[in-house]
C-alpha cells in the first residue's frame, strides 16, 4: 500500500535543484526576495535567526546549510519554494533487514543502489501494468528479506 512521501532532508536535491533559487534583494537582515528559475516563482524567503549568518550559501542553493558533521538544513524551511515542497526524489524506498535504507526509486521504474544482490533481484517489468509490477517486484523483494514503501 502506498504512503505519503517521506522526505529524510538528506539536502542531496537541495544541491541540484538548489542551484535554480537566486536572491535577487536582501530585504531585512533575514528576509529575501527570490526566484525560483524552474517555474519562475518570485517568494520570500525568512531565514531562520540560528542561520542567518550562514545565508546566502555556498553549497548549491543559497540557503542550504550543511554543517561539518554532514547534516542538511533549509535556512528558509517554511518559505521555501513550491518546488522544493513539492519535490519527490522516490516513488519507492527499499529497506535492508536490519531497517536501513538500501535503494530508492527514481523516476518511474529505475532503482539506485549501492547493493548487488539487490541490483540482481531487480526487474523493471517493461511493457508490464503498474500495479502488477508493483505487486509482483514487492513480493519478490520481501521474499529476499528486503522492506519495501511505496509513495502515493
Ligand atoms: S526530497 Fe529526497 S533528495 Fe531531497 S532532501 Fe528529501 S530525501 Fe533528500
Ligand atoms: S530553499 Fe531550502 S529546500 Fe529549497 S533547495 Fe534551498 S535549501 Fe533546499
Redesign the pocket.
Known sequence: MAVP??????????VS?GRSISIERRVTGRHYDCREGVTNEAFRAEVSEEHRAAVPSSAGCPFLIVSSTGI?ACACYATRPRLCRE????SMRVFAPDGTECGHVGGRRSLLTDDAALEALWDPGDGEEGAAWRERIEEVLVRAGYGVEWYD
Do not use: H, N, P, V
Open positions: 512521501f517521506r522526505c529524510t532532508d538528506c539536502g542531496r536535491c537541495c535543484l542538511s519535490y519527490r526524489c522516490a
